[in-house]
């Protein structure tokens, strides 16, 4: 997890390598968008929104909003269902309308030491920020190099998938220091079980 993208006690992770695959792995190991405030901290975390933007206009509805779309990209995503059932062709509407929204606008402003800094030329609306996340949905689906690079997971019961950017593309876990690491863990307590008299 890269420093500072964690948001204590509620540990978003933004390690997948895109936006859209960040909001999926919001449902593990728990549902993680259950309150305004987790999606505000989500929406800061993924980088949606420059450090210091106001998001106090941000409502209960904000975090179905954004569940909802997870649920369609992860459909498309995670369970790659067959093209021409009405399943898929119901998730791809609803994410392709989504994707429609124009994103919010930046604008470059001096910041306290003069270099310029980025910022919003207003607050935020969910569904510019719901479009931004659908963009990256529909540009992953539409990018056959991006989408030979996804990949499920190894770690036991983890169901996050990421974009396998290493040399090799031998990336097994979602991140080593979590799932690797639990791996490494069990498998040293085997071998050790195995040499017990």
Do not use: K
């Not at 995503?77 to 609803?94: C, F, I, M």
């Not at 920020?129 to 690079?149: I, K, S």
């Not at 990949?151 to 031998?170: A, F, H, K, M, W």
């Amino acid at each position: 997890m890269a420093p500072g993208t964690v948001t204590v006690p509620h540990e978003l992770r933004f390690d997948t390598g895109r936006l859209c695959l960040d909001l999926l792995a919001t449902t593990h190991p728990t549902e993680r968008l259950d309150s305004v405030e987790v999606l505000r901290a989500w929406i800061t975390g993924a980088g949606l929104v420059p450090p210091g933007t106001c998001l106090a206009h941000a409502d209960a509805g904000w975090p179905a909003a954004f569940r909802e779309l997870r649920a369609q990209t992860a459909l498309l995503v995670r369970d790659r269902l067959a093209p021409g059932t009405r399943a898929y062709a119901l998730a791809l509407a609803r994410v392709n309308d989504t994707a429609r929204a124009a994103p919010p606008a930046p604008r470059a402003v001096p910041g306290a030491d003069g270099s310029l800094v980025r910022e919003l030329t207003g607050p935020p609306e969910c569904a510019a920020l719901l479009g931004a996340v659908a963009r990256d949905a529909v540009e992953l689906l539409t990018d056959p190099v991006a989408r030979a690079a996804l990949r499920q997971c190894e770690g036991d019961n983890c169901p996050i998938v990421y974009l396998d950017t290493s040399r090799g593309r031998r990336r097994r876990w979602c991140s080593s220091e979590v799932c690797g690491n639990r791996e490494r863990v069990a498998r040293h307590r085997r071998r050790a079980a195995l040499t017990r008299p």
